[in-house]
């Protein structure tokens, strides 16, 4: 059975293990980061195109000019200045714009899939250095703690050896009666 004074120490030793191993997690991170390619460097051709797909079309110049383009198709169709090539229900823009669709779908899926990728490995960094920051924490209040025990032992100490002091200087002072 364990008694109270060992819970800390076995807590203490638990954490030191825990920082020790943080510390040497991040050792191997920053020695593999240091030695990896910068990773926008190692994307596939695949990932670069669903990267400029997607950075294009969820832009306000895609918008617009796509805007302009089907707004002249539909002026151009509905007041016939050139032979109607798609006449009124639009039925060659509709299946241009379900061709456009179609594509564009995937390559942003797998665009936002990537980043996503990258979120969640930030997102586990972040959890990591949360962790060790509040060991660090918990390390210098244990510190602190044991420094104000300290300071509390010594102040004892000395209020013990002033009243040891006043004592004697008051049985020097004071004649005993006997």
């Known amino acids: 059975m364990m008694t109270m004074p060992q819970i800390?120490?076995?807590l203490h030793e638990a954490e030191e293990r825990l920082l020790a191993e943080l510390r040497a997690r991040r050792r191997e991170v920053r020695k593999t980061q240091a030695e990896a390619p910068d990773p926008k460097f190692t994307l596939t051709v695949g990932?670069?195109?669903?990267?400029?797909?997607?950075?294009?079309?969820?832009?306000?110049?895609?918008?617009?000019?796509?805007?302009?383009?089907?707004?002249?198709?539909?002026?151009?169709?509905?007041?016939a200045f050139i032979e109607q090539w798609d006449?009124?229900?639009?039925?060659?823009?509709?299946?241009?714009?379900?061709?456009?669709?179609?594509?564009?779908?995937?390559?942003?899926?797998?665009?936002?899939?990537?980043?996503?990728?990258?979120?969640?490995?930030?997102?586990?960094?972040?959890?990591?250095?949360?962790?060790?920051?509040?060991?660090?924490?918990e390390l210098l209040?244990?510190?602190?703690?044991e420094l104000r025990e300290k300071e509390i032992i010594e102040l004892s100490a000395s209020v013990r050896n002033l009243t040891e002091l006043l004592q004697q200087a008051l049985a020097r002072a004071v004649p005993s009666s006997g």
């Open 8 to 10: 800390p120490r076995l």
């Open 47 to 79: 990932q670069k195109v669903a990267d400029v797909v997607a950075s294009t079309m969820g832009s306000w110049s895609f918008i617009i000019i796509q805007s302009a383009i089907l707004l002249i198709w539909i002026i151009l169709n509905v007041t």
């Open 87 to 137: 006449p009124y229900p639009f039925i060659l823009l509709n299946l241009a714009l379900s061709f456009q669709a179609a594509y564009a779908a995937p390559f942003i899926m797998m665009s936002q899939n990537r980043q996503q990728d990258i979120d969640r490995a930030s997102a586990e960094n972040d959890h990591r250095i949360n962790i060790k920051a509040e060991l660090e924490i």
């Open 141 to 145: 209040h244990t510190k602190i703690d």
